[in-house]
């Protein structure tokens, strides 16, 4: 069964999380995914922990279903080779700083004179315009930037930066949404274009209400700890034997609550009868609440609440995750064998198709790996020639 992307060639000089995170997913979907990286060294991420067997697990992760060819784009002939597989390519991704292409003469401005179809994805810092287009940037600072870490966090302690690299999976996605787009607007029109996407500009993007909030009342969002700015009751509270989340978005929820703990008296409550009144009195609610909760456990709950409709649920730790029964039904959990490693479990595909579907290929390359095949194979190279590049440390 072909998938989505099947046809589609991209051409990835990412490297670490963003880029890659986007090649990754385009990858998934059926697209064949040539990673170009230097010489001996190549993608930064690849000594990057944890290790199993001396290969990068990390990298794994992120680069799976990917070829390694090795290519030295400072080198004349190099250079030559990119140009030949730009000319074979449908998508080009990189996530340098901005610039850095230019220096090189391989710019989105410079190759599409040459090859007008393509579509040149740059994912970076803070974009490709802008007073500080030219900067470097990492997930952490961009959290802080970006406001999302002024949010996250327990009031009045110190700055948390959300557990996952958000600011540079976000902007993988939207690269990734981004390129689908312009292959869209491709196969109508036949013209390729740059899509420009800013780590910074995502964490904006994603800051949800808290931007209307800022507008509509003056204030400046503070950290909540789990509690949700706008609903109430709709956070995590501890129960006799750990912690439970309860999300009780309308009143009728609340009644149903409230009638299971047999607390009606809340309900009739002014304090309490809506939700824009028990937003607005969450700090007398709460400590209710939290006597109330401790008086089963978490299952005892949730067994009871969901036979209601009440949404609530555990807070589960990775293991847990790894092994639930809707991520298993879902095959959120994928293996991968490797030569080096063995056999290794990866995130699945989130995106279900139901006439293309996206799937776990093959696992991360090895460094080079593919660099032959491709050039003899795709470019028609002779193996003498391959040899020669290699001698002279251009691929």
């Known amino acids: 069964m072909p998938s989505a992307l099947t046809g589609i060639r991209v051409l990835d000089l990412t490297r670490v999380l ?5 090649t990754m997913v385009l990858g998934d979907l059926g697209a064949e995914v040539i990673k170009l990286e230097q ?11 944890p290790f199993k067997n001396g290969f990068s697990l990390y990298f794994m992760s992120v680069n799976r279903g990917k070829q390694s060819l090795t290519l030295d784009l400072k080198a004349p002939q190099g250079k030559e080779i990119f140009l030949e597989l730009v000319k074979q390519s449908d998508v080009l991704v990189e996530n340098f700083r901005p610039g850095a292409m230019k220096k ?24 490709q315009t802008g007073p500080y287009a030219e900067r470097g940037a990492y997930d952490m600072i961009i959290q802080g ?15 948390v930066r959300v557990g996952t690299s958000i600011s540079d999976i976000t902007a993988a996605l939207f690269t990734a949404i981004g390129i689908l787009s312009a292959l869209r ?29 800022h507008f509509a ?8 700890g789990s509690q949700h700015p706008a609903i109430t009751p709709f956070e995590a509270f501890e129960s006799a034997d750990g912690h439970i989340i309860i999300a009780i978005g309308n009143d009728s929820l609340w009644r149903k609550f409230c009638e299971h703990v047999e607390r009606l008296d809340l309900v009739s409550d002014e304090r309490f009868a809506t939700n824009a009144s028990r937003t607005a009195n969450h700090d007398q609610l709460h400590p209710i609440l939290t006597e109330i909760m401790r008086g089963r456990t978490t299952a005892q709950w949730i ?29 959120m959990i994928a293996k991968v064998s490797h030569d080096i490693t063995g056999s290794v479990e990866v995130p699945g595909v989130p995106i279900k ?18 660099t032959a095949k491709i050039l003899t194979g795709l470019l028609a190279k002779s193996p003498e020639t391959v040899d020669r590049l290699e001698r002279k440390g251009v691929v």
């Open 18 to 22: 963003a880029g890659p995170y986007a």
């Open 39 to 49: 010489p001996g060294t190549g993608d930064e991420a690849r000594n990057f922990g």
């Open 104 to 127: 090189l003469g391989l710019d989105y401005e410079t190759l599409k004179q040459s090859q007008p179809s393509l579509i040149y994805a740059a994912c970076s810092g803070f974009g």
């Open 145 to 159: 930037m970006g406001g999302i870490i002024s949010i996250t966090g327990e009031p009045k302690r110190p700055p």
């Open 185 to 213: 607007h491709r196969d109508q029109t036949g013209e390729g274009q740059l899509v420009d996407v800013a780590m910074l500009d995502g964490m904006v993007a994603i800051l949800e209400n808290a931007i209307v909030r």
């Open 217 to 224: 009342t003056g204030e400046i969002p503070q950290p909540l």
């Open 303 to 331: 067994e009871g609440l969901d036979a209601l409709g009440v949404p609530c649920g555990p807070i589960n730790t990775i293991d847990k995750v790894v092994n639930h029964p809707q991520i298993l039904a879902r095959e």
């Open 353 to 370: 198709l139901s006439e293309t579907p996206g799937q776990v290929t093959t696992p991360a390359p090895a460094l080079g790996e593919h």
